[in-house]
């Protein structure tokens, strides 16, 4: 069955849940308790303030967590909370015959900003986290760079501008980036096409996976979170099945580390092989098999994609990406592997990297020198040479 409902909520509990109880964990002031080895930080987001004085505006104050970042740290987090005000009569004054009532401001609701600084690549992401069907989502809404952002939005500069000028490849969603989360309704749709509670699903609006995932996934797949693990699976849209031979499906599972933090496995598995939940409705017979399929797979076997954006210096991951940057932006860069990595930092190989809006596809391996080749899958016995002549 497919159902949607609205949020029964009173407005105050919807401002509760955006932000007056919620755990913060941004606890160091900007920039005045940064310590020595987290300059950089400032180095970096001032520039970008400096060029884009608008956004500085918009941003509140902001607040770096309690763990300190070490010198080998190329990313640091910031968070700080965007405050709507209103002045209400002061609870606490009782007024006198002839008095006035006293009024005092009151926090409407809390709208949390997230700021992403690199440190080699010096490019700043701008994150909204808002609140839907009860739950914090975030997305990219501004880039410093679009090259190395998971999400292609609309360019802040002119084609033709000047390759000198600061900030040539900033992207964003229009101003977006000063956009208040205030209480509104909100629209949670929900399915079971299984036979038991544990097979409901969520769907999952797909601007909420901008800047998380790259947008050559968010264009072919719709998103549902399954209730039973909180696991989302990613199914092809009809027009992206009609542009390949063997449809496919993402398994995206969550490891929760730490109280705030959270990676994320992303796999891509033939539909056929895939254990996910049907995409559609189903008869007693099919789900019959359906059930059978899953008794009869023990482990599904995929490719695994790699983090490029955020990938430690020195790694293959962060070359590819250096590398992959001259002739796309990371948005529309996959790779993938096909070790079956489990967790964020796990041993892994690079076997395969598409460009899907160029439409090409690479087998990566390693050449006599150790290096990675990119091998084309469409035309045979070409690789992408990364030898530059001191001539150009």
């Not at 559609?280 to 059930?291: F, I, P, R, S």
Request: hydrophobic fraction near 35%; glycine fraction near 4%.
């Amino acid at each position: 069955c497919l159902y949607w409902r609205k949020d029964p909520r009173q407005m105050v509990d919807r401002f509760r849940a955006q932000g007056r109880d919620l755990l913060f964990p941004y606890t160091r002031r900007y920039p005045s308790q940064l310590a020595k080895s987290e300059r950089w930080v400032e180095d970096v987001l001032e520039d970008m303030f400096d060029t884009f004085p608008s956004i500085r505006s918009s941003i509140p104050s902001l607040s770096l967590n309690h763990m300190t970042l070490t010198n080998l740290c190329n990313r640091a987090t910031l968070g700080g909370y965007i405050d709507v005000t209103e002045i209400v009569p002061d609870p606490t004054h009782k007024p006198k015959k002839g008095e006035q009532q006293r009024m005092v401001p009151r926090v409407k609701s809390r709208t949390l900003k997230e700021v992403v600084v690199f440190k080699d690549s010096r490019v700043v992401h701008v994150y909204n986290v808002e609140e839907h069907g009860r739950r914090f989502y975030r997305h990219l809404v501004f880039s410093s760079d679009s090259r190395f952002s998971y999400r292609a939005m609309v360019p802040l500069r002119a084609p033709r501008a000047p390759w000198s000028i600061a900030n040539r490849f900033a992207s964003s969603d229009g101003k977006r980036y000063g956009d208040k989360d205030v209480p509104k309704p909100s629209l949670v749709i929900r399915r079971n096409f299984g036979d038991s509670k544990e097979s409901n699903q969520t769907m999952i609006p797909s601007k909420f996976f901008n800047g998380l995932i790259p947008s050559a996934l968010i264009n072919d797949y719709t998103f549902w979170r399954n209730e039973a693990d909180d696991s989302i699976t990613g199914y092809m849209k009809p027009g992206a099945r009609k542009a390949v031979q063997t449809p496919t499906v993402l398994q995206i599972k969550l490891h929760k580390e730490l109280l705030f933090t959270c990676s994320a496995l992303v796999t891509r598995v033939a539909e056929a092989q895939s254990t996910a939940l049907p995409n559609h409705m189903v008869g007693k017979l099919e789900l019959k098999a359906y059930n059978e399929h899953l008794k009869n797979t023990e482990k599904e076997h995929g490719l695994v994609l790699l983090d490029l954006l955020n990938a430690h210096p020195h790694t293959i991951q962060a070359e590819i990406a250096d590398f992959a940057v001259r002739y796309e932006d990371l948005s529309y860069v996959l790779a993938w592997s096909d070790s079956s990595p489990e967790k964020d930092g796990d041993l892994c190989t690079v076997d395969v990297v598409e460009f899907p809006r160029l439409q090409l596809r690479f087998n990566a391996k390693m050449d006599s020198s150790r290096k990675i080749r990119l091998w084309s899958e469409d035309h045979a016995g070409y690789f992408i040479s990364n030898f530059r002549s001191p001539a150009i």
